[in-house]
């Protein structure tokens, strides 16, 4: 078979980090970290910290060469500094020697987010004396480690670890200011040099950081990627790549930050903490960049966008969700991103040694008597490995692969519903499954390539063709089903082994009744809906990440919603997303009868106890005629789309709150939803109404609609009629002027209606979601 093969000597190897597997949190004298403290969840993790024998006899199984853990600094010092904790230090002396007995290379990284609490207790980060702390730590571990431990990574995504620690507190320590996360950035820079003069003064000669480099571009990019970008659309796009991967990237190897970071650190809270001579000791000689890469960063120009805490100083920036496939943490999959970025860093750091240190997916994965087929993450990794084999090919020195993760384990806030692993982990029992992942991985390594086509899997027909009987015999056979004599038993046994085949979950559910189908019930598209087909989309992809079979119906006619009743009752489907119609409309509730779970995407017209995810469009609403109302304006005239649509008549009740307040009252027209209706409307309004200062439009094709027929009275917007939009923020941003809308999150509603029915599937009790709208503010008012 031909294959894609890569470099001799290429390494191959899965990354993890220590408060995510080891567990036993207080064994041995190990003292808090920040995340002990910070996390809600259970800490036992993955017991790596007793089962890591298991866990490096299953890494030879499966033929890695390269394993890269981390460290915990509180196992070592648990008072953070001061004395070392030498039990701590004997389990990864034994850890070690495992490995190596194994054959496989011990990674350690020095640095994974578990800062222990005792030094945050004085300070953390943001203080200068944890960066010296963390060099005598290194020093410590390397002492014990470095006759046997080639390979040190200081930090892992000191980004993360400094922006989400300190910045949006969404990690640990959870706390949250601009200033903070730029000392600690710095300090965790520091740290890193003064690490690496440690390891290296003490013999280490391969050492380097990991960093999550994400390439930065617009919504357009990702589908094309040499787009030429407008010049707010290029700042945007630099400004975030500053803050995200230059801010580290250029004091390790160019010994400077880049240029324009430095007034943003200094707006908040100044640059005292870079002292002269720091630049020079984060500057050490890297051998090898380690590359973390998930899922780009999607940003576009919004003047009135106010900073993502995550990100300070990126006011001004819209930080966008695109309509690709994702994975079930809801990361776009975007693999030739990571071809861009291993070309990127080979071109502006010629010479630089790089490996992938992390790359991997979030799947939900189901288990099954006969495995864990976890196609979409084999997929993911393939897609992934293909495009790293591209930038071989065009000159990228990439030493080596490394997936995350080994084990499924604690994902720091999301806790242990985040599946990474290529090794399923039972936590009631710590049981370890090998899910086809990690079967397919061994045999990439095996053959240090990939194969042309991923080899089919032998089909409950090939089987059946092979045994000469009837696919629902093999079907009974392979599901333990009694009615069959042993012969045919033992010729379909045969057959089932001679192919390698392996029992899905189709040729189970023709016993179980399980089709893992789930229905996409769809009433006609009205013209000009595209949002719709948008959170379609992603709920489609989000659910067949989770395993399950789309199929989508529509549901137009009498005749339709009967057939579409029919096979819910039938059971040729597990499960229903409906569309729900704009009229008053019994679908719902004859489906919900039928006992399959349903879930609606938008509040029906009808209420019903069937769980719905929709936004908040009256509260949208009111809060743009608010807006329209605090900048003076008093003849606002609203468009309203069809009156039939649950969310305009929404919308129309919160702007008639907000207008009643003001004791105002309502001008309303009426239209559809194309752009034509809207500027019909548009020109109606202005006519009954010469004095109408503002428009307030229910989609945002209506506000366009709106702006062309203001063109041709002759009125000037913003200053003689203000407009405002909803729900449509890629057209709203390609207007001119651009246009005021409330914004609404596309893929958050994907995911929560995936969410919701994965969760009805599982029998919970569910509550409808009402996601909020955002109102951003440009031009038009
Ligand atoms: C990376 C982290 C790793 C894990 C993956 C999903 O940012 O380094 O610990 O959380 O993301």
């Known amino acids: 078979m031909s294959t894609t093969s890569f470099p001799e000597g290429f390494v191959w190897g899965v990354s993890t980090s220590a408060f995510q597997i080891e567990g036993a949190t207080s064994a041995d004298g190990r003292g808090p970290s920040v995340w002990d403290v910070f996390s809600a969840d259970r800490a036992e993790a993955c017991d790596h910290y007793h089962r890591h024998s298991e866990d490096v006899r299953l890494m030879k199984d499966l033929g890695m060469a390269a394993y890269r853990f981390s460290v915990s600094w509180p ?41 222990p609490q005792a030094l945050e207790m004085i300070g953390g980060w943001p203080v200068r004396d944890t960066a010296r702390r963390f060099a005598d730590y290194a020093a410590a571990v390397h002492d014990r480690l470095g006759d046997r431990v080639d390979t040190w990574f200081t930090l892992n995504e000191p980004w993360v670890a400094a922006f989400l620690g300190y910045g949006s507190g969404v990690h640990a320590p959870g706390r949250k200011s601009a200033a903070d996360a730029f000392r600690s950035a710095h300090h965790m820079l520091l740290a890193h040099g003064l690490a690496t003069q440690a390891l290296r003064s003490a013999g280490a000669t391969r050492v380097g950081p990991v960093l999550n480099i994400s390439p930065v571009m617009t919504p357009a990019q990702v589908s094309e990627l040499g787009r030429e970008l407008s010049e707010e659309d290029a700042e945007a796009v630099a400004r975030i790549d500053a803050l995200a991967n ?31 001579g720091d630049l020079d000791t984060i500057a050490q000689p890297v051998d090898l960049l380690g590359v973390n890469y998930y899922t780009p960063l999607v940003v576009q120009a919004q003047p009135s966008e106010t900073a993502d805490p995550a990100f300070p100083g990126s006011a001004g920036v819209l930080f966008c969700t695109v309509p690709t496939a994702v994975t079930a943490m809801g990361w776009p999959i975007v693999p030739n991103c990571l071809s861009l970025l291993l070309g990127r860093l080979s071109r502006e750091y010629p010479g630089l040694d790089l490996m992938v240190t992390e790359n991997g997916a979030d799947f939900v994965d189901t288990v099954t008597a006969d495995g864990i087929h976890d196609v979409d993450r084999i997929s993911f990794i393939e897609e992934h490995l293909r495009a790293l084999s591209s930038a071989v090919a065009d000159g990228a020195r990439v030493r080596g692969y490394l997936v995350w993760t080994l084990l499924d384990n604690l994902e720091w806030s999301d806790g242990y519903q985040r599946k990474f692993g290529l090794v399923h982990v039972d936590f009631a029992t710590q049981r370890r499954r090998l899910k086809d992942s990690a079967l397919w991985y061994r045999d990439v390594i095996r ?28 079907s009974r056979v392979v599901n333990g089903e009694a009615a069959v004599s042993a012969d045919v038993r033992t010729a379909v046994m045969r057959a089932v082994k001679e192919l390698g085949y392996v029992p899905n979950a189709a040729a189970r559910s023709l016993v179980t009744r399980r089709t893992n189908a789930i229905a996409l019930v769809l009433s006609v598209p009205r013209q000009g809906d595209s949002l719709t087909a948008a959170v379609v989309q992603y709920v489609t992809s989000m659910l067949e990440g989770a395993g399950k079979q789309i199929t ?19 059971r040729l489907v597990d499960g229903v997303v409906l569309l729900p119609p704009d009229r008053s409309d019994t679908l719902a509730e004859r489906l919900s009868r039928t006992g399959v779970p349903i879930v609606l995407l938008g509040k029906p017209a009808v209420t019903s106890l069937v769980p719905y995810v929709d936004v908040d469009n009256a509260g949208g609403a009111e809060t743009a005629t608010q807006h329209l109302l605090a900048r003076g304006r008093r003849r606002i005239g609203m468009i309203c789309g069809p009156m039939d649509l649950v969310s305009v008549q929404d919308r129309l009740a919160g702007h008639r709150a907000a207008l009643h307040r003001a004791g105002l009252q309502p001008l309303l027209a009426l239209a559809d939803l194309t752009r034509a209706s809207g500027a019909a409307a548009g020109r109606q309004l202005l006519g009954d109404d010469p004095g109408l200062d503002a428009i307030f439009a229910a989609t ?14 002759g ?5 003689d009629l203000a407009i405002v939009g909803f729900d449509d923020i890629d057209a709203a941003s390609a207007t001119t002027p651009g246009l005021t809308t409330v914004r609404v999150p596309l893929a958050d509603q994907a995911l929560a209606l995936a969410r919701l029915l994965l969760s009805r599937l599982e029998g919970r009790h569910t509550t409808s979601v009402v996601l909020p709208t955002r109102l951003v503010v440009r031009e038009s008012t």
Do not use: C
């Not at 053959?447 to 093999?474: I, M, Y």
């Not at 366009?704 to 041709?712: C, V």
């Open 447 to 474: 053959r240090n390539g990939l194969a042309e086509t991923r080899p089919k899997r032998p089909t409950l027909e090939t089987v059946a063709a092979r045994a000469g009987v009837s696919r629902a015999t093999v």
């Open 700 to 713: 945002d094709q209506l506000a366009i609609g709106a702006l062309q027929a203001a063109r041709e009275a």
């Open 552 to 570: 989508l119906m529509l549901a137009d006619t009498a005749e339709s919603h009967r057939r579409i009743v029919q096979q819910a009752e039938a």
């Open 75 to 115: 196992r070592i010092f648990p008072e953070g500094s001061g004395k070392v904790n030498e039990a701590g230090l004997d389990f990864y002396d034994r850890l070690v020697d495992e490995l190596l007995a194994a054959g496989i290379a011990p990674y350690a990284t020095l640095y994974h987010w578990d800062l």
């Open 715 to 719: 009125r000037r917007v913003p200053e």
């Open 246 to 276: 230059r801010q580290f990237l250029e004091p390790m190897l160019r010994g400077s930050y880049p240029a324009e970071l430095l007034p943003i650190i200094e707006r908040h809270g100044g640059l005292e903490h870079i002292h002269d």
